[in-house]
């Protein structure tokens, strides 16, 4: 082979690579990119609550309750069914829901039970709610303790307990599932992340609870937050906090979950009354975060003249106590940060002399749908109040009650009562249920013309031993889930 012939056959091999090479690149310009499957909503099928502990903080009264808000799209078709039942042990108890608008309840008097799970399915599962109340007026456990049941989950944040002397905090996990849960609890303090080896890799076996004291794993701790994460399976998690003096409980109540962590938190649900009102914020990343701070109130948005601006080191917790600037006045903090932040607050009720209760809120985030809380108190001495917070915009609500009077009857609801709060500002409303109803369930709806909401409430029991309290922040009911929708590719050869 001649040197000529070589390379006119190296040249037609060029010349070939790249007429292929521009042909792919010329047939890649003319087939359009693929855009993503469109999103559809549709009402959700299923939804397991996890109702912690019967009994906890509360020896002499707890009730569980659960209802199916009535109204919520998808409760028109199909069949569906909800209940409470125990998980296994040594008591059991269950209790179903005849329908949409239909409430039950499970109450444990002087007993223990084993955990709640509240199951509902196809059309009962759209707008179906359980909530937690427990009530001790004298014992060792003295206060009022609630939580709502929340969906099991792998993650979730709380800020507030402590190890100190006199003080008890535990972690409960509860695996509503067939397989065992493998669960790591990071814990923060005022030093940053702690090392608390005890608390990685706890095994939550199937449809049981799993208890851990703060104390056995981390002793001494004033200030703390909790990050739980499910390595394997899912949980529900909760936390609850018990303070002693001597052998006089001072407070006992469920730490309320708290928002993920993000550069924008509010605070709502921070109560009217004397006491300390103890801000904790937890920065979980590397960097510190410079934390700014307003106040929505009654009667506007403010940011508060000496504690406008909290530095927060890289993975500590740092507390500061707001009741200087709150003015005794039911208020919803907003807090703006460089960096992404975790908040809860601690709030103590008596004067100086007496400390009556403790109680506890969190970090949320404003939304926009419906939210509802059920098992909340009709008893002479007894008030809910409801706060509602227009953090954005100017919000308009209207609120129904659905009065118990027994697990077969349909609630009939109150007549809506409208009420509008303007932008910055905070609304503490009474709700007024039906003196003959032996509990209710708030339906919070805002207006089609209504800003993102925040909601909170508060339940107040007077008596000659002190004031008993209780109140979490709200979440917006689960109607509804996006799922994508499936497209033929015909890019993607079938052989």
């Known amino acids: 082979m001649t040197a000529i012939s070589a390379a006119r056959k190296l040249i037609i091999a060029i010349a070939i690579t790249a007429i292929v090479v521009a042909g792919g690149w010329f047939i890649q310009l003319r087939i359009p990119v693929a855009e993503p499957p469109p999103l559809a909503i549709e009402p959700i099928g299923s939804s397991v609550l996890i109702c912690p502990e019967p009994g906890a903080n509360a020896e002499l009264g707890v009730r569980v309750s659960a209802a199916v808000v009535p109204g919520q799209p998808g409760q028109g078709t199909g069949s569906g069914s909800a209940r409470l039942e125990t998980l296994p042990g040594k008591s059991s108890a269950e209790a179903s829901i005849i329908g949409p608008g239909g409430q039950v309840e499970i109450d444990a008097f002087g007993e223990k039970l084993p955990p709640i799970r509240a199951v509902a399915v196809g059309s009962f599962a759209p707008g179906f ?9 004298r014992g060792t456990g003295r206060g009022l303790a609630s939580t709502a049941c929340a969906p099991a989950a792998s ?12 003080r008890q905090t535990r972690v409960v996990l509860v695996n509503p599932d067939e397989n065992a849960a493998v669960v790591d609890v990071l814990i923060y303090g005022t030093e940053g992340l702690l090392d608390a080896s005890g608390g990685r890799g706890l095994v939550v076996p199937p449809g049981s609870r799993l208890a851990v004291r703060l104390d056995a794993l981390i002793p001494g701790e004033k200030s703390t937050a909790f990050h ?26 469920w730490i309320a979950p708290a928002a993920a962590p993000s550069k924008t938190v509010y605070v709502p649900g921070v109560l009217p009354g004397a006491g300390a009102r103890v801000l904790s914020v937890v920065a979980p990343g590397d960097q510190n975060a410079v934390v700014k701070v307003r106040i929505l109130s009654p009667i506007g948005t403010f940011a508060p ?11 500590t917790v740092i507390s500061v106590d707001m009741s200087p600037v709150t003015g005794g006045q039911p208020v919803t903090l907003e807090l703006t940060s460089d960096q992404p932040i975790v908040a809860g607050m601690r709030q103590f009720f008596g004067g100086k002399k007496q400390q009556d209760d403790t109680s506890f809120t969190s970090g949320a985030q404003p939304f926009s749908g419906p939210a509802a809380v059920s098992g909340l108190p009709v008893r002479t001495s007894t008030d809910v109040r409801l706060a509602i917070t227009a953090p954005i915009g100017a919000v308009s609500v209207d609120i129904v009650l659905l009065p118990y009077r027994g697990s077969k009857e349909i609630a009939a ?17 009474l709700l007024r249920p039906p003196s003959d109803a032996d509990w209710f369930t708030a339906v919070v709806t805002p207006t089609g013309d209504s800003g993102p909401i925040l909601l909170a409430h508060r339940v107040r029991e007077r008596s000659r031993y002190g004031d008993l309290i209780t109140g979490y ?22 052989r």
């Open 228 to 253: 739980v994460i499910a390595r394997t399976g899912r949980i529900g998690a909760a936390i609850d906090d018990q303070q002693m003096s001597g052998l006089q409980s001072v407070g006992a109540d």
């Open 155 to 166: 993650a979730f944040w709380f800020v507030g307990g402590g190890s100190i002397a006199g």
């Open 129 to 137: 709610v359980a909530d937690q109340w427990g009530r001790d007026p």
């Open 305 to 315: 003249a000496e504690r406008d601006s909290i530095k927060v080191p890289a993975g």
């Open 473 to 494: 922040p709200w979440a917006p009911l689960r109607t509804e889930v996006t799922v994508p929708t499936a497209e033929q590719d015909f890019g993607v050869t079938v």
């Open 413 to 429: 609801p109150t007549a809506p009562q409208r009420v509008s709060v303007p932008a910055g500002e905070v609304k503490f409303i």
